[in-house]
């Protein structure tokens, strides 16, 4: 059922496109009601406007608080046409059918963001706004309602194509767009006064997220899926996507790993490169250079690099760009790019490379939401950090200098990766990671045999867990992990400590002559 567009009220904060779209509606002879500073720009514009206090004939008031909420407006817009009884009402309180509501809402996200005091967030919760949306949304079997500038043109097409009217499937599409943009808003400002009283976890959790784009499919080619963005934090989110192919729901997930984990290693404390493979580190590095760091972590297992996702904590230079293109990568994300870095990545047309501008820090405010059967889950972000005094030494022998800088790096590094995670590290490099199994002996294992398999590929004597540090995710329950660790060569342990057997693990690392620190904090990754 085609509506023809003959009223129109327009109230709207972001002006973009707005006299573009007063125009032709002016120009199609639709009479246009308008407020404040919609009014001014319009009418500045030359285009023919009539202020909704001269509708109503009631004034606006309490600095703009009431303006619209007034029956010639939403009699207008909730009034069904085909039904005698509406438009017997309509005929005797003087209230003329609005056809077309162009509405967007107080910044109220954007002045929460900027650090506002309570009183102008509280002044940009806008009441009226949604209230007209609502109403022509629900309406929309005869009201087309439009919430998002970017709308305009659809809009101003579907009307030069139905002589000034908009079709039945249009104003559904926006109807559901417009009560999406409602519940987003009220989840903004339902979360703003949850976090203003200091609830973390209140009574109704509200979510809301903006679709950036609908993907080929998700984990698995029989799976939809979409990205959607919170507008919460920059990050993976908000990169910019410089070339290469669209990214995939795995590309996605696995570049978000690689991000939060490179974000754990601040530029300040020396270049850093993490390649990812399935969401779990394969080899990750500091040195004196990117390209360095870039080959370092590159050894630890070259097997698994292979259509990895590769982060830095710098920007890429064409000395790591060659190195990085010399192996099939699937993402490679960054702060920034030198333009001959860019050069050199263009030349892998499939190779995605996104760019952040910056790093995001552990935040221990954000939250991490998980669905599961009927319900979520939600908890803060794991923002753990360990410094040396932290540290508590258990066993006999103390850690040397070299040991307690390893044994740091190597637990930020076993925080992003899957438990039960094992990591050796040496000088600075992970030597060997074990991730995701259900024995801790059994990750200990595999990393080694991964270290093995590393030295073998590069023509070494010895894997380079001979005089390495591991670290633990979690405690070791019983001794077998530890001594499959000193088995591999390791020197020095870090793990949370807390487990029963604690008295039993100690003795055996001091039997081996092995160092051991406990950190008081676990990093569990499911």
Not at 52 to 81: C, N, Q, S, W
Not at 155 to 178: C, W, Y
Not at 403 to 420: G, I, R, W
Not at 461 to 466: A, N
Request: glycine share 8%.
């Amino acid at each position: 059922m085609a509506t023809t567009i003959k009223r129109a009220l327009v109230s709207v904060s972001d002006k973009t496109g707005l006299v573009e779209f007063g125009r032709f509606l002016d120009d199609c002879g639709v009479e246009i009601l308008s407020t404040g500073g919609s009014a001014k720009v319009l009418a500045e514009a030359g285009v023919r406007v009539r202020e909704v206090a001269d509708y109503t004939g009631f004034p606006e008031m309490m600095d703009g608080r009431i303006k619209t909420l007034h029956p010639r407006v939403h009699g207008g817009l909730l009034a069904l046409r085909d039904n005698d009884t509406h438009r017997a009402a309509m005929a005797a309180h003087d209230i003329g059918a609005i056809d077309l509501v162009a509405v967007n809402l107080y910044p109220f996200e954007e002045t929460v963001a900027a650090g506002a005091e309570d009183s102008a967030c509280i002044e940009n919760i806008d009441i009226g706004g949604p209230a007209m949306i609502r109403s022509a949304a629900k309406n929309h079997a005869f009201v087309t309602v439009i919430v998002d500038p970017a709308d305009y043109q659809a809009v101003a097409d579907e009307m030069k194509a139905n002589h000034g009217a908009t079709t039945l499937a249009t104003r559904r599409r926006l109807a559901a767009r417009a009560f999406g943009r409602t519940a987003q808003y009220d989840t903004a400002i339902s979360r703003w006064f949850a976090a203003h009283e200091g609830e973390k976890f209140p009574q109704i959790f509200g979510l809301s997220a903006s679709l950036r784009q609908t993907l080929r499919y998700g984990e698995n080619p029989h799976q939809d899926a979409a990205f959607y963005t919170t507008g919460e934090e920059a990050g993976l989110a908000t990169a910019r996507q410089m070339q290469g192919k669209a990214l995939s729901y795995n590309n996605i997930n696995d570049a978000d790993a690689a991000f939060s984990l490179i974000g754990d290693l601040p530029p300040s404390e020396g270049p850093a490169v993490a390649i990812i493979k399935h969401a779990n580190a394969c080899g990750v590095a500091r040195a004196e250079s990117l390209c360095e760091a870039y080959k370092k972590a590159l050894a630890c297992d070259p097997l698994s690099a292979f259509g990895g996702i590769v982060a830095l904590n710098g920007e890429i230079g064409e000395d790591v760009a060659r190195e990085i293109t010399a192996l099939f990568t699937e993402v490679v994300i960054a702060p920034a790019a030198s333009a001959s870095a860019l050069a050199v990545l263009g030349r892998k047309k499939n190779l995605r490379l996104l760019l952040t501008g910056a790093l995001t820090a552990p935040d221990a405010g954000r939250q991490v939401v998980r669905s599961v059967t009927g319900g979520l889950l939600v908890q803060s972000a794991d923002a753990g950090q360990l410094r040396r005094e932290d540290l508590k030494v258990v066993s006999r022998r103390r850690p040397d200098e070299r040991e307690t800088d390893d044994m740091l790096f190597a637990f930020t590094v076993a925080k992003h990766v899957k438990s039960n995670a094992i990591v050796y590290v040496r000088n600075g490099a992970t030597v060997g990671i074990g991730a995701g199994q259900m024995s801790r002996v059994d990750s200990a294992r595999i990393a080694a045999l991964k270290a093995e398999d590393a030295a073998r590929a590069a023509g070494m004597d010895k894997p380079l867990t001979k005089g390495s540090v591991v670290a633990s995710d979690a405690f070791f329950p019983f001794a077998d992990g530890l001594l499959a660790a000193a088995s591999a060569g390791a020197t020095a342990v870090i793990q949370p400590g807390g487990s029963m057997r604690d008295d039993e693990v100690i003795a055996a690392a001091d039997e081996a002559g092995l160092a051991m620190v406990f950190t008081g904090m676990r990093h569990f990754r499911h």
